[in-house]
């Protein structure tokens, strides 16, 4: 069996209808009608744009439809160019109009190859919220209609050709006013989230996310491209390769298996691509509403001056139909995150502000661990700051912010040992758990510098002057004195006693 040829089912209009469910054109109710039977002007063409539902587009017949769970795309612009060549008050030019296409290039041809010119191209107003743009002219004519532009995110259509009048073979009547629906497939955009709740300081790991869902692609219009990519801000250090989590599941959250062959994974530089090969390409075709799912980790290697760390992921992607007409690639950004980092500066003084080195001071993020000296923030490495000879404690990159989102976070301070001939302040000291800091994102120029002055050492008590130890001397020479005066009235007590005697 004869395989279909996509890119002339395309070019016929059939694959136009299914991706775009616009209007092809057809031959009037019967051939050999005179042109003066074509009803006068003036004639309308109504656009209406649409999203690819997941069954895809369907053929109009250029009625009016009453439309049922369609999603518009406002914002689409077209522009609407006669072709020459066509005389629709003939029948040879409604027999030549039923043999046109449009081609891969986007040229008017018919089924021999010549390429038919078109008139000026006219622009028509931007589709509303209703996803509808009009367009009115007197002019009997076949009409090359082209998508200009689309927002962000929105596949650009293939151009298509509709008449103006255009015959109802069904009823053997014309329309004057014509309706034609076409579908773009809209890409969703990626959504980023970020996970730093594990994370404390500079040094630590910082978890992100990426998923996408995959658009519903009409029936021959698979996808020929489709890669994420994360350019990481340099206070990031990109992970290794291996570490790269794609993971691929369906609609309804059941996992669709993806091989090593489906995709490539690459981390050159600051830059992370996730690239669907074919196969994977075909199994993102074959899975309308999918989700892709891409983890990874960094680790925050410093504050910068504003502390705030940006992270956006980028979606590129391309359908047959925008290859073959020439539509370069999609690009579809994801929202924008955050993760937040502030420094603190702590300035050591004795009481008359000269400075002091060698104080040492931990941090922590609860009053409980501050208070035990358990769990103290690690900062690339070091739990302990000291104040260097100009009396300054760096501590260079606290997380300030939770998923940078929310008030500013705050860490306790303790001194943990005062500079040689000082003691430790009350107010940062262990017992009390520390003094709480507010940790503001960005560097120095961000937080305030605070100062935390050490009372000196008391001095060991000395003997007072006049006091204890001369009292003593003194008591001891008055009763030796006393004890002298006392011995020497006895004597003279004796020797009287002893003369009186002898008379």
């Given amino acids: 069996m004869k395989k279909p040829d996509f890119r002339r089912m395309a070019g016929l209009g059939a694959a136009a209808l299914a991706i775009l469910a616009s209007v092809v054109v057809t031959a009037p109710a019967n051939a050999d009608t005179p042109g003066g039977n074509v009803p006068p002007g003036p004639y309308s ?61 986007g040229q008017v041809v018919d089924g021999s190859g010549t ?11 931007p589709t509303g919220p209703g996803g509808v743009t009009t367009y009115s002219t007197s002019n009997a004519n076949v009409y090359l209609v082209t998508e200009t532009s689309a927002p962000s995110g929105v596949q650009i259509g293939a151009p298509f050709l509709v008449e103006l009048p255009m015959p109802q073979s069904s009823t053997n ?10 579908k773009n497939t809209k890409l969703g955009a990626p959504v980023k989230t970020v996970d730093d709740s594990g994370a404390h300081a500079v040094g630590d790991t910082v978890n992100w996310t990426v998923t996408n869902t995959v658009p519903n692609q009409a029936a021959g219009n698979p996808l020929v491209k489709y890669t994420l990519s994360d350019e990481l801000d340099t206070r990031l250090t990109a992970p290794d390769e291996a570490e790269v989590e794609v ?23 600051q830059v992370l691509t996730v690239d669907f090969s074919a196969t994977g390409l075909a199994k993102l075709t074959a899975n309308p509403s999918s989700v892709i799912t891409v ?22 992607s391309q359908s047959k139909s925008q290859l073959d007409n020439g539509t370069p690639p999609t690009e579809t950004p994801s929202n924008e995150t955050e993760t937040t980092f502030g420094d603190v500066t702590l300035r050591k003084t004795d009481p008359n502000g000269i400075v002091l080195k060698d104080a040492e001071f931990q941090v922590f993020t609860s009053l409980d661990d501050a208070k035990a000296l358990t769990n103290p923030v690690s900062v690339d490495g070091v739990t302990t700051f000291k104040s260097d000879a100009n009396g300054a404690v760096k501590i260079s990159g606290l997380k300030a912010q939770e998923n ?61 002057t006049g006091s204890t130890g001369t009292a003593i001397v003194l008591g001891g020479g008055l009763a030796l004195a006393a004890i002298a005066a006392v011995g020497g009235t006895l004597i003279v007590r004796r020797r009287r006693e002893a003369a009186t005697q002898a008379v």
Avoid at 98 to 105: M, Q, R
Avoid at 248 to 258: F, Q, R, S, V, Y
Avoid at 295 to 316: C, Q, R
Avoid at 435 to 464: K, R
Wanted: hydrophobic share 40%.
């Fill in 295 to 316: 983890k990874f980790s960094t680790v925050v290697n410093s504050v910068g001056e504003d502390g705030t760390i940006t992270n956006v992921a980028t979606l590129t």
């Fill in 404 to 464: 940078g989102q929310g008030a500013s976070l705050t860490y306790y301070i303790v001194e943990t040992q005062a500079p040689a001939g000082f003691g430790i302040a009350a107010a940062w000291s262990q017992a009390q758990g520390g003094t709480a800091v507010t940790v503001n994102p960005g560097d120095v120029s961000h937080n305030e510098i605070i100062t935390v002055v050490d009372p000196q050492a008391p001095a060991i008590s000395l003997p007072l």
């Fill in 173 to 182: 009547g014309w329309l004057t006013d014509v309706f034609v629906y076409p």
């Fill in 115 to 125: 390429v038919y010119t078109t008139g000026s191209a006219t622009p028509l107003a």
């Fill in 45 to 105: 063409l109504t656009i209406t744009k649409l999203e690819n539902p997941a069954a895809g587009g369907t053929p109009t017949s250029g009625v009016k439809q009453t439309l049922t769970g369609a999603t518009p795309i406002d914002g689409v612009n077209f522009s609407i160019a006669p072709v020459q060549g066509v005389d629709l008050s003939t029948s040879a030019g409604w027999a030549k109009a039923a043999d046109l296409k449009v081609n891969n290039s």
């Fill in 247 to 269: 993971s691929l599941a369906g609609a309804g959250g059941g996992a669709i298996t993806l091989l090593p062959g489906d995709y490539s994974v690459d981390v050159t530089g």
